[in-house]
C-alpha cells in the first residue's frame, strides 16, 4: 500500500498525462517476453575436428558439430512440444519430443562439403543451463576432409523470429572460427574461412587456398571476416536490448539540448510585488545548451569506458560473473538512474552513474561472447567487433533522442511528460524485470 500511496503523489501534480505514461509502462510489463530483456535469441554451435575414432577416415576426415539451441526457440518453433500448455516445457516433454526437434535442426541446418550436400545425424545429448534459461545440447559428426569446405546454409527459426543469430565457436585444422549467423537460409557461409590462423602461417596452404575458393571474390576473410561479423552483433545486440536502453535513456532524461532563442524575447517574471517582463539573450540560451551537449558527451563517454572495460575483462575470461546477479543490477540500476531524475542527489553526477552502472552492463554484453564459446586469435577480433558494434548502435539511440529533446524540450509539459513521467515508466519497468529475475536466479 505504502508503494501505491508513494505513487500515487508523483502522480497527482501532473494529471493525466504522466498516469497515462505509468499505464503504458505497465502494459509494457504485462506483455514483456522475457526476465532477461537485453538477451536476444541466441543459438550456438562448436565445431572442431573429431578424433579417429568418430571419423572415417583418421583424426581430421570429419568435424564434431555441437549444437545449443534454447527451449524456449524450440517451443516457438514447434508449438505441439508443450502438452499441457502451461509454456514451459519439462523434461518428459522434451523426451518424448525429440524427433520432432532432431528433424527440426536437420532442416533447419544444411550442409555442404566441397559443395556436396552432406546430412549429419544429430543426437540429443543432454539440457544445459544458460543464463537466460535451458537449452537442448544436441551434437553430430560431419564427414568432410580438412582439404575441403565446409559450408552451412542457415535457417533455424526463419519467419519467426528475425533477432534470432547462430554463433560460431571452434577451431578446423588449427584455425580458430568465430562467425554470426542469421536465419536467412540463402547465403551459404564457408565456416573454414570464417576465423582467423591461431597456428602456422601458411603450412597448410591446400586446405586455405581450397576455403578461399569457396567464398565471394574479395569477401573479407580471417580476422577482418570475424570483427565484421562482430560488430554486425553488437548493433543487433543493444538495440534488442531494452534494458541496456532504457538505462541510456534514464541517464539521458534529465539534460537538457534546448536550442537558444533566435532573438530577445520579454518573458514575464513573477514576484511578490507582481510581473514584471525580463529579457532572455540568445547568450544565456546558448550557454544553457553548452552545458547540456557537455553533459551529454561525458555521461555516454563515461557508460562507454564503463561497460568496455569490463567487456574486455569478461570477454577475455580474466573475470568470470554469474549471470543470476548480474541481470537483476542491470535492472537495478535502470530503478536508481529512473528515482534519481525524481529525487536529484545534490553532488552525485550522472556521469558517476553512467561509469559505475556501466560496468555491470559492460557483464551483461559480454554473455555473448562468453556463451559462444569464442577462443584464441578471433576473440581479439571479436571483442573488438563487438564493442565496436555496441558503441555504433548507442550512437545511433544517443542521436534519436537528441533530436527529440531539441524538438520538445522548450514546450511547457517537457519535464512533467517526458522527464518525470519517463522516469515514472522507467521506475515501474526496473521494479518489473528485478522480481522477474530474481524469481529466475532463486
Known amino acids: 500500500m505504502r508503494c501505491v500511496h508513494w505513487l500515487t503523489g508523483l502522480l497527482r501534480p501532473h494529471g493525466r498525462s504522466l498516469r497515462a505514461m505509468v499505464a503504458v509502462a505497465l502494459t509494457a510489463a504485462a506483455l514483456a517476453p522475457s526476465a532477461w530483456a537485453h ?55 522434451v523426451r518424448q519430443s525429440m524427433p520432432a526437434i532432431v528433424q527440426w535442426v536437420g532442416q533447419g541446418m544444411l550442409w555442404q562439403c566441397d559443395g556436396t550436400a552432406t546430412v549429419p545425424a544429430w543426437r540429443f545429448e543432454a539440457l544445459e543451463q ?81 576455403g578461399a575458393d569457396a567464398t565471394e571474390p574479395g569477401a573479407p576473410r580471417g580476422g577482418l571476416a570475424t570483427l565484421l561479423h562482430f560488430v ?3 548493433v543487433h545486440h543493444i538495440l534488442s536490448g531494452y534494458d541496456h536502453l532504457a538505462f541510456l535513456l534514464a541517464l539521458l532524461l534529465p539534460i537538457s539540448l534546448a536550442r537558444p532563442q533566435p532573438r530577445h524575447r520579454d518573458l514575464p517574471l513573477h514576484t511578490e510585488s507582481g510581473t514584471t517582463p525580463i529579457a532572455e539573450t540568445p547568450a544565456s540560451g546558448a550557454r544553457d545548451r553548452f552545458a547540456g551537449i557537455k553533459a551529454l558527451l561525458l555521461t555516454v563517454t563515461c557508460f562507454t569506458v564503463g561497460h568496455s572495460i569490463t567487456l574486455a575483462l569478461a570477454g577475455l575470461g580474466w573475470v568470470t560473473v554469474s549471470g543470476n546477479w548480474v541481470e537483476p543490477a542491470i535492472a537495478i540500476s535502470i530503478g536508481i538512474s529512473a528515482l534519481l531524475n525524481l529525487f536529484p542527489v545534490q553532488g552525485l553526477r550522472s556521469s558517476w552513474l553512467a561509469l559505475g552502472f556501466g560496468l555491470v552492463h559492460g557483464l551483461g554484453f559480454s554473455g555473448v561472447l562468453v556463451e559462444a564459446g569464442v577462443a584464441g586469435a578471433s576473440l581479439l577480433w571479436a571483442l573488438a567487433g563487438f564493442n565496436l558494434g555496441v558503441e555504433v548502435g548507442q550512437l545511433m539511440v544517443v542521436a534519436l533522442w537528441c533530436a527529440v529533446s531539441v524538438a520538445l524540450a522548450r514546450r511547457a509539459w517537457y519535464r512533467s511528460v517526458v522527464v518525470r513521467g519517463g522516469s515514472v515508466a522507467l521506475l515501474v519497468l526496473s521494479l518489473y524485470w528485478t522480481v522477474q529475475r530474481l524469481a529466475f536466479a532463486g
Open 39 to 93: 538477451k536476444a535469441s541466441d543459438a550456438y554451435l562448436r565445431v572442431a575436428d573429431a578424433p579417429a575414432s568418430l571419423g572415417t577416415a583418421g583424426a581430421g576426415a570429419s568435424i564434431g558439430l555441437v549444437l545449443s539451441v534454447a527451449l524456449k526457440d524450440v517451443d516457438a518453433a514447434l508449438e505441439q512440444l508443450d502438452a499441457d500448455g502451461d509454456r514451459q516445457l519439462t523434461w518428459g516433454e
Open 232 to 234: 554486425t552483433e553488437g
Open 130 to 210: 544458460r543464463t537466460d534459461g535451458r537449452y537442448a545440447r544436441l551434437a553430430a559428426t560431419l564427414p568432410c576432409a580438412p582439404a575441403q569446405a565446409v559450408t552451412l546454409r542457415y535457417g533455424l527459426m526463419q519467419g519467426i523470429d528475425p533477432t534470432h543469430r547462430l554463433l560460431v565457436g571452434g577451431a578446423l585444422s588449427g584455425q580458430t572460427l568465430a562467425a554470426v549467423l542469421a536465419p536467412d537460409g540463402r547465403s551459404g557461409t564457408d565456416l573454414r574461412s570464417a576465423g582467423s590462423r591461431a597456428g602456422q602461417a601458411g603450412a597448410d596452404g591446400a586446405e586455405g587456398a581450397q
